[in-house]
């Protein structure tokens, strides 16, 4: 699914987080959003997914601006896994709240897909590890079989091994499937290695954007410095 | 200057906080009209809440009553009414203090526990996720509760009205020197049905006081431990406010 972003704002109160975004998500294409923390990336993929409104602006689904959001997925920053469910539950929960209790071979099938031991498929989020969680999660996020899937800074708390092993798995499985993914992150690392495409926000704005293979090579001095570390006035 | 301009952000912030909450409510029962019963999650939470606060219904029950067997003694005594006693305790009990102080006690300890989960799930962007998995969180996490909870109180009022007659019993025979016979007879023969029902009326009221106020603060906390730590308190503030006051129109409706 190809989506379009126009000139979109979002506010909170009187706070402009998105003062003006126009970008566009290219269909089976991964896409990758950087900025600081609190520069409004995880307002403008909530916003995407329908999840926040918007104040201004206009976002077109496959040139239409409305969709089923049935066809989108999400994988949290933190897992957002329900702590009273066990792992399999909260892989297959909408099947398992609606008292289906046919989903044991699929979600088995999908915890093979993300690296997951069948060991863990009775336990509880809180008895695994923080890279299991991510898994699960990403695990959860495909059950439904999604044509966009949104990852929200997906390697946050893992350290370097975990983090290239849920890059590799993330790259794996979005190429395998022909899922268009949208990324937040700021780890430019994760970026050069899973993404397509990438747009750089910084106070509300789209700073600069371009080739992930060619982010280094940055002309932009905001993301240079966002890159290198380095404090520029503008 | 400023003074006007404290109390107008106060108002302002009231106002739109009442609006929220009743808008929340609206929402509660349009949805409640046309459901999504998720079964085994409505049950599991019936059965959780009834287990984790009998123990407290049952203490907040014996001791209300023996303290009121005691206490009507030291009054009555000095007109010599002493026989009213097993009268006023289950009057009072069933009328006032069995609905209010049931209220109370679930507002602390299950509308302190749903605003703290629901708050958490906030805060861990489990509430998003639960919209991405295309789940209405007003029939998966707000129905379950308000429906149990209201559903329970009544059950739990009815609880504390036993034991705390029982409560009145045991320190009006074995303290006071009563008569264990003309002590049941007394309180089977003056209590009405009327007097039962208008304490369980109280209950339903209660119980959905308590619930849609901790579901409403869980839900509309704000981020990080602080938000969570404030949602609680509130949950359990505004129910003991609220039920305190609108325990009176209550009164005044069945006086």
Known sequence: ?234 | MKFIEIIGEFLLHFLSSLGKFIQFIIFFFKYLVKPKFYLKNNLSYFVGIFISSIPIIALTGIFSGMVLALQSYTGFSRFSAESAIPNIVVLTLTRELGPVLTGLMISARVGSSIAAEIATMRVTEQIDALKTLNTNYYNYLVTPRVLSLTLALPIFVTLVDFIGVMGGYIVSVHRLGFSDNLYLLNTVDFLSLNDYLSGIFKAFVFGFIISIVSCYCGLFSDKGAFGVGSSTTNAVVISSILILSSNYFLTELFF
């Open chain 1, 1 to 234: 699914m190809k989506i379009e972003i126009r000139n979109l704002k979002k506010r909170f109160n009187d706070n402009f987080v998105l003062k003006d975004i126009s970008l566009t998500i290219e269909k089976n294409k991964s896409t990758i959003i950087l900025g600081q923390s609190g520069c409004g990336k995880s307002v403008l993929i909530k916003t995407i997914y329908q999840l926040f409104s918007f104040d201004d602006g206009f976002i077109l689904y496959d040139g239409k601006s409305e969709v089923d959001i049935d066809k989108f997925s999400m994988l949290f920053q933190y897992g957002a896994l329900f702590d009273s469910l066990k792992i399999s539950e909260n892989i297959a929960f909408t099947d398992f709240i609606n008292n289906k209790t046919n989903f044991n071979k699929k979600v088995i099938s999908l915890m093979n897909d993300v690296g997951l031991d069948k060991s863990i498929f009775d336990k509880y989020p809180s008895e695994i590890s923080g890279g299991m969680k991510k898994r699960v999660a990403f695990a959860r996020a495909l059950y439904k079989n999604p044509k966009v899937i949104f990852l929200d800074e997906p390697t946050t708390g893992l350290d370097p091994i975990n983090s290239d092993k849920i890059n590799e798995l993330i790259l794996k499985v979005i190429t395998k499937r022909k899922i268009t993914a949208v990324t937040i992150t700021h780890d430019i690392k994760s970026a050069i290695k899973t993404g397509d495409q990438y747009y750089f926000i910084d106070k509300g704005i789209i700073q600069d954007k371009g080739d992930c293979k060619k982010i280094l090579k940055t002309k932009n001095k905001v993301f240079k410095s966002f890159i290198t570390g380095a404090d520029i006035k503008q």
